[in-house]
């Protein structure tokens, strides 16, 4: 179970930042500086701080149901029910580190209706690997991609660092993949994808198919599709309309699983080079929660029978109160 958030005022009278926000991320946190609390309408710039002070002034605790970094993003999700998702992402502008906090509303008002580039995924040209058993393979001719053929033990198009696989995409059409649900086969197979960093399953049809099929019923190809998608979560099934699409998405997912590999190993340890968060201080004092109207009667009644004056509306008296805390067992 991760720690608390805290958030702290920044006790450097000079800085534009005037918050600290510890992070609970590895063994003792991080620590950053930061313009606000929380993104509410715009991503905030934050800034590495030197260390938290053993003395912070806490201005919110904020319980903190899961934490973990994905390349150059910190994942933080709170346990309140608004306002609960959000994420550091660590980039450079200008040659130097930047880190802003945003949360999903405003990553998008950063970003107001941008289209994703129809070119290089990501940027780049990719290398795709493409079994050597694949039949009728995809070309990948209309984008940005030169394709080698190579034996591979799961899936049939991939991406690799030398000899290892950093992802890898099995293809199927809606007849191949309701004849391996069926037989069992797909069990093996997605066992053998979800070794991999990242793996996905994708299907030259939409999901509609499976219930128009001749040679099987839709509702036990859709039954076998659900349970294997429930036993391994991690690769995902996904239906496109055609073979062309397929070979889009293929080409898409493929760049974003390359340039979240790049990202990880450009950022492997950070969170390492930030100063320590230390030990999680101890919360202050809780409240003593208000008494209800019905045990504050329960209270009243008692002290009538013991020949005590108390009023029948208000405050009960704290000597009333205590006397009736201490009273013996069985005693009204």
């Known amino acids: 179970m991760p720690d608390d958030l805290l958030i702290a005022r920044n006790p450097e009278p000079d800085s534009s930042l005037p918050y600290l926000i510890r992070i609970p991320l590895g063994e003792d946190g991080i620590v950053v500086k930061a313009r606000e609390t929380w993104p509410r309408t715009n991503k905030i710039y934050c800034h590495r701080a030197e260390a938290w002070p053993t003395?912070?002034?806490?201005?919110?605790?904020?319980?903190?149901?899961?934490?973990?970094?994905?390349?150059a993003a910190i994942d933080l999700v709170l346990t309140r029910g608004r306002e609960s998702r959000s994420q550091f992402v660590l980039t450079r502008a200008r040659g130097r580190?930047?880190?802003?906090?945003q949360s999903a509303r405003t990553a998008k008002?950063?970003?107001?209706?941008?289209?994703?580039?129809?070119?290089r995924a990501h940027g780049q040209v990719l290398d795709i690997v493409v079994d050597v058993h694949e039949r009728y393979a995809y070309g990948f001719r209309h984008q940005q991609a030169s394709t080698r053929k190579a034996p591979l033990r799961a899936g049939?198009?991939?991406v690799a660092e030398g000899d290892e696989v950093i992802a890898a995409v099995e293809r199927k059409s809606v007849e191949d993949l309701s004849g391996t649900l069926l037989s069992g086969r797909m069990t093996y197979l997605l066992a053998d994808l979800a070794h991999l960093p990242r793996a996905a399953v994708v299907v030259e049809a939409g999901y509609s198919a499976v219930f128009k099929l001749t040679h099987a019923t839709g509702?036990?190809?859709?039954?076998?599709?659900?349970?294997?998608?429930?036993?391994?979560?991690?690769?995902?099934?996904?239906?496109?309309?055609?073979r062309s699409l397929a070979q889009e998405w293929v080409y898409r997912w493929l760049g974003a699983c390359r340039r979240e590999h790049e990202l990880a190993a450009a950022t492997a340890g950070v969170e390492d080079t930030f100063a320590p968060g230390g030990p999680l201080p101890e919360p202050a004092p809780s409240i003593p929660r208000r008494r209800s109207t019905g045990e504050e009667?329960?209270?009243?009644?008692?002290?009538?029978e013991q020949g005590l004056e108390v009023s029948a509306r208000g405050r009960v008296p704290g000597a009333i109160r205590r006397a009736w805390e201490q009273r013996e067992p069985g005693d009204g």
């Open 55 to 71: 003395d912070a002034e806490i201005v919110e605790r904020l319980a903190v149901r899961s934490v973990g970094r994905r390349g």
């Open 219 to 242: 509702s036990s190809v859709a039954e076998a599709l659900a349970e294997a998608q429930a036993r391994f979560p991690t690769v995902p099934i996904v239906f496109c309309d055609n």
């Open 109 to 119: 008002q950063a970003r107001p209706r941008v289209n994703l580039p129809t070119a």
């Open 97 to 101: 580190e930047v880190i802003f906090w």
């Open 156 to 158: 049939d198009y991939a």
């Open 297 to 304: 009667a329960t209270i009243r009644a008692w002290a009538r």
